[in-house]
């Protein structure tokens, strides 16, 4: 009886044992399991944290208003486009890219951590005498680089000639990481989308009164003749638009508020004779004529300047730097029987005065680059005239950019001009016999019975570009794994 209590004993405890053993694995077991579910969740937050790190960085670039460098106005002043290098201002994890600052070696780069790379994003937009337009760049658990890796021209191809005048859309790459040295890192891919505002043509943005005639032709295909014009001149107004008694415009007009149209006037789709076939006229808020953008003020521009300079003689003048100690000037004289020559495409000229002393005073336009534009900035001319016979411009019209900061009324006289005049401010009235070439925008506009406008569609027949909007294309760790993010 004894003997076999033990051996229920025995059996027992070796149950016992063996349930134990059990339980400890079990458990064992359970606690490995949730270490790798730990592990698990981490790795999905870090994951998390990187990638939501690239899209705050593209917000980051849509809030920014970043589209002046990708204009065809500022674009080959700001960038040389290189071969695929790494720039010299790069750290860790560096990035070839095709576009450097003017003149330097340096990528176009902001980062979070100097380890990545030294950033340059405020000296680009400095380059283009702006603040930097956005508050830094926060991200909290991640360390961030965004690097311009190219631009490339709107038309797809690329044109030694042509392709720097032209606007680009950007790449950026952007690397978010959670640690320098260790940790997930991921690379996005962003592409910029081009905005244009519409067509505004010959403006006046409270009235633009047109008592001559108007056509059209594109100064980058040819020169104006009765072979290449074409009826699509457009004047427009963000309020009111009026065709005189003798006033032919040859395309069409737009205002959001009234379009008269006098007795005798026309607007007409082609050249026919006798104006058969009426052109477009857009009349109330559908029209969607935009405002004309506002100049910033002169002191924004040039808080100094050089002081005075007054031409005897001949004199090329050459700009050396965007800043305003080689760009801005008091007042500009040129002497009569004096010839101021202006070149630079690369930086904008400023006269916060600019004065015609005698009959025989000349600025002449002559553009260092074959389609670069020579920018010229005046808040006062004296006489209040622009004449024909004091400017000469043998490029395109749209080569020679005059804008006009002050509020006077400016009149434009003479018997040619070629140019494209932007006047937020102020009154341009063309008088008679004129016969212009190129764009006209300003405060308010009229035209003379005896006027011949000739509007150059070059000088965006796509509008102005107002914006960029930034959109993720690819996605990829630093493996190699990729997907795909839309179009």
């Known amino acids: 009886m004894d003997k076999k209590r033990g051996f229920a004993l025995i059996a027992a405890m070796a149950f016992v044992a063996i349930t134990s053993a059990v339980v400890y694995f079990l458990l064992e077991r359970s606690q490995f399991g949730l270490q790798g579910v730990r592990s698990r969740l981490d790795l999905v937050e870090e994951e998390y944290k990187i990638e939501d790190s690239i899209y705050k960085s593209i917000e980051w670039l849509n809030s920014g208003k970043i589209y002046k460098p990708f204009s065809g106005r500022y674009f080959s002043k700001l960038f040389d486009v290189t071969s695929p290098s790494f720039g010299s201002n790069d750290g860790l994890y560096p990035v070839p890219t095709q576009l450097k600052l003017k003149g330097t070696d340096k990528s176009v780069i902001y980062s979070t951590d100097p380890d990545l790379g030294s950033s340059t994003f405020g000296s680009l937009l400095g380059m283009l005498g702006a603040a930097f337009p956005v508050a830094p760049l926060r991200i909290d658990g991640a360390k961030v680089k965004i690097t311009l890796v190219n631009g490339v021209p709107l038309s797809g191809g690329v044109d030694e000639e042509a392709s720097d005048a032209k606007d680009h859309y950007p790449i950026f790459r952007i690397d978010a990481m959670s640690g320098i040295q260790s940790g997930m890192h991921r690379v996005g891919y962003v592409v910029g989308k081009l905005i244009y505002g519409g067509r505004t043509g010959i403006y006046g943005e409270q009235k633009a009164v047109m008592g001559g005639r108007c056509d059209a032709y594109d100064s980058s295909e040819s020169l104006y003749s009765t072979d290449t014009k074409s009826p699509d001149c457009l004047v427009a107004s963000y309020k009111k638009v009026e065709i005189g008694a003798k006033g032919v415009v040859w395309g069409s007009v737009a205002a959001n508020k009234e379009v008269k149209i006098k007795k005798g006037g026309e607007v007409c789709k082609d050249f026919q004779d006798g104006c058969p076939n009426e052109g477009e006229v857009c009349e109330g808020g559908q029209c969607n004529v935009s405002k004309l953008k506002g100049n910033n003020g002169w002191e924004s521009y040039c808080p100094t300047d050089?002081?005075?300079?007054?031409?005897?003689?001949?004199?090329?003048?050459?700009?050396?730097?965007?800043?305003?100690?080689?760009?801005?000037?008091?007042?500009?004289?040129?002497?009569?029987?004096?010839?101021l020559t202006l070149v630079s495409t690369r930086y904008d000229y400023f006269?916060?005065?600019?004065?015609?002393?005698?009959?025989?005073?000349?600025?002449?336009?002559?553009?260092?680059?074959?389609?670069?534009?020579?920018?010229?900035?005046?808040?006062?001319?004296?006489?209040?005239?622009?004449?024909?016979?004091?400017?000469?411009?043998?490029?395109?019209?749209?080569?020679?950019?005059?804008?006009?900061?002050?509020?006077?009324?400016?009149?434009?006289?003479?018997?040619?001009?070629?140019?494209?005049?932007?006047?937020?401010?102020?009154?341009?009235?063309?008088?008679?016999?004129?016969?212009?070439?190129?764009?006209?925008?300003?405060?308010?506009?009229?035209?003379?019975?005896?006027?011949?406008?000739?509007?150059?569609?070059?000088?965006?027949?796509?509008?102005?570009?107002?914006?960029?909007?930034?959109?993720?294309?690819?996605?990829?760790?630093?493996?190699g794994r990729s997907e795909a993010y839309g179009d």
């Open 306 to 339: 050089q002081g005075d300079l007054t031409v005897n003689g001949s004199m090329i003048l050459k700009l050396s730097g965007g800043s305003p100690d080689k760009n801005c000037w008091s007042k500009v004289t040129i002497r009569n029987k004096s010839t």
């Open 351 to 479: 006269f916060k005065k600019l004065e015609f002393k005698g009959k025989k005073s000349l600025l002449k336009i002559s553009p260092s680059t074959k389609n670069g534009v020579v920018s010229l900035h005046v808040k006062e001319i004296e006489p209040k005239t622009i004449k024909g016979k004091a400017i000469e411009n043998s490029f395109r019209p749209v080569q020679f950019e005059f804008l006009f900061h002050g509020d006077d009324k400016v009149n434009l006289s003479g018997t040619e001009l070629y140019m494209a005049l932007i006047a937020p401010s102020a009154e341009i009235k063309v008088m008679n016999n004129v016969e212009f070439w190129g764009v006209i925008k300003a405060k308010k506009l009229s035209v003379g019975r005896k006027a011949f406008i000739h509007y150059d569609l070059s000088e965006g027949s796509s509008g102005e570009l107002t914006g960029i909007f930034y959109k993720l294309t690819r996605v990829e760790n630093l493996l």
